[in-house]
């Protein structure tokens, strides 16, 4: 099926670890980034890219970093995971075209907790 | 700095009964609205998109309307179902790049059987 892909869907790691969560899609498009979902805050940006070799932060980049080697796979990276990371990670991405933007496709997200 | 609240946080109707949700957004620069179903433990599925240029979309027992001028958008479900459940959120699209998607916290339905 066609859309975004996410992986791990789950993840325990221990303070101070590192990582890196996937996400891939197979539409061709342009933009994707990155968000988590806590609780009371709803979803907030981490770190976006309007295309291969482009990227830039959101709003709470602080502790991640992020690669757009392809259209198609933008990993988004802990460096040395925290609790305060405990959260879950969406994936999006979105196409801008000549009749203007066509929306958001969303993954199915990564639930991560830090220990 | 777009923020975007949806009202109310939380709503429980007996089944059959047809309801809004609501989206108010502060600045009316952007370029499209589009309303998400969560549900628990799940990603976000896209159920409706309305550019800044139209007025509403429709989509089966769904139907989202927006003025901008008012910084509003309303997303009405009729006859409410049980599998209607779920967390519903709005988010504006003010631009790529940071701007990005400026989500409310979300409207939690209840539908009762």
């Known amino acids: 099926n066609a859309g975004v892909t996410q992986t791990p869907k789950f993840q325990v790691l221990k303070t101070g670890q590192s990582m890196t969560l996937q996400c891939a899609q197979d539409?061709?498009?342009?933009?994707m980034s990155w968000y988590r979902q806590d609780p009371g805050m709803g979803l907030r940006l981490i770190h976006y890219s309007v295309g291969a070799g482009i990227t830039d932060q959101g709003e709470v980049p602080n502790g991640y970093n992020v690669s757009r080697s392809t259209t198609e796979d933008f990993p988004l990276r802990l460096l040395s995971a925290a609790p305060s990371q405990t959260s879950v990670y969406f994936c999006?991405?979105?196409?801008?075209?000549?009749?203007?933007?066509?929306?958001?496709?969303f993954g199915s997200g990564t639930r991560l907790t830090v220990v | 700095k777009q923020e975007v609240t949806q009202i109310p946080a939380a709503l429980s109707v007996p089944e059959g009964e047809n309801l809004v949700l609501n989206c108010s957004f502060t600045?009316?620069?952007?370029?499209?609205l589009q309303w998400f179903r969560q549900d628990p433990g799940k990603g976000l599925t896209s159920l409706l998109l309305?550019?800044?240029?139209?007025r509403e979309q429709t989509s089966g027992r769904l139907n989202a309307s927006l003025d901008k001028s008012s910084g509003r958008s309303t997303l009405y479900i009729a006859a409410s179902q049980p599998g209607d459940s779920a967390t519903y959120l709005c988010a504006a699209h003010s631009g790529g790049g940071a701007d990005g998607l400026t989500f409310g916290k979300g409207t939690h339905l209840i539908i009762q059987p």
């Open positions: 600045d009316s620069a952007i370029y499209n």
């Open positions: 999006a991405s979105s196409y801008t075209g000549a009749m203007g933007n066509y929306g958001y496709t």
């Open positions: 539409m061709n498009h342009e933009y």
């Open positions: 309305i550019q800044s240029s139209q």
